[in-house]
C-alpha cells in the first residue's frame, strides 16, 4: 500500500527546493544582465586596438595601451574580475578596462579617431532612394563613429544624423 502523506511531503519539498532555485537563478540573470549593461560603457586594451585598426588602419601594441593608461589619458582603470565578477569567463592575465568615454574622447583628441569626410565635402547619399549629391554641414562623433547633418543639393532638404555607411565620394 502508498504512503501517500509521505509522497505528497517528497514531492512538496522537491517543489519548495526548486523554487528556491529558480529565485537565485533569476537574481543571478538579473545581476549578469546589469553587468553586461555596464560592461558596455568600458573597453578592454584589445579592443582599443581593434578600434585603432579598424577605424585608422594602424596597428598599436599593448605597451602604447599601457603607458597611455598610466599617464592617466584613459581615465579611471579598473580590473574586469573585480568589476564583472559574472562575465568574466577567461583565465590568464588580469584584464583592465578603460571607461568607453574617456577612451574616445583621447583618440580623438589625438587624432586616431576623425571623420572620414569634412564640413562643405561634397558627397552621394547612399539610401534606399537613388543615389543624391550632398554637402556636408555638420558632423556629430557618436561613439567611435561619426554622424553627418547633411543638404541635399538637389531639394536643398536637411537631413540629419546621416551614418558614414551611408555616404561615399562622388
Not at 528556491?20 to 586596438?49: C, G, K, P
Not at 602604447?64 to 599617464?71: E, G, H, P, Q
Not at 568574466?88 to 574616445?104: H, I, S, T
Request: glycine share 4%; proline share 4%.
Amino acid at each position: 500500500m502508498r504512503d501517500y502523506d509521505r509522497e505528497i511531503e517528497a514531492w512538496r519539498n522537491q517543489v519548495i527546493t526548486a523554487t528556491a532555485q529558480i529565485a537565485l537563478l533569476e537574481q543571478e540573470r538579473a545581476s549578469f544582465l546589469e553587468q553586461q549593461h555596464r560592461r558596455m560603457n568600458y573597453l578592454s586594451s584589445r579592443e582599443i586596438l581593434e578600434l585603432l585598426e579598424a577605424r585608422h588602419g594602424r596597428v598599436g601594441s599593448m605597451a602604447t595601451i599601457k603607458r597611455w593608461a598610466d599617464s592617466g589619458a584613459l581615465g579611471e582603470v579598473i580590473e574586469e574580475r573585480e568589476a564583472f565578477p559574472l562575465l568574466v569567463n577567461k583565465q590568464g592575465n588580469k584584464r583592465f578596462l578603460y571607461p568607453r568615454e574617456d577612451v574616445l574622447q583621447f583618440l580623438r583628441e589625438k587624432g586616431y579617431l576623425s571623420p572620414r569626410y569634412e564640413v562643405l565635402d561634397r558627397v552621394l547619399l547612399d539610401t534606399d532612394k537613388p543615389c543624391s549629391h550632398a554637402l556636408i554641414i555638420a558632423i556629430e562623433p557618436c561613439g567611435h563613429r561619426f554622424t553627418y547633418h547633411v543638404q541635399l543639393e538637389a531639394t536643398g532638404e536637411l537631413l540629419t544624423h546621416v551614418a558614414e555607411e551611408d555616404l561615399l565620394r562622388p
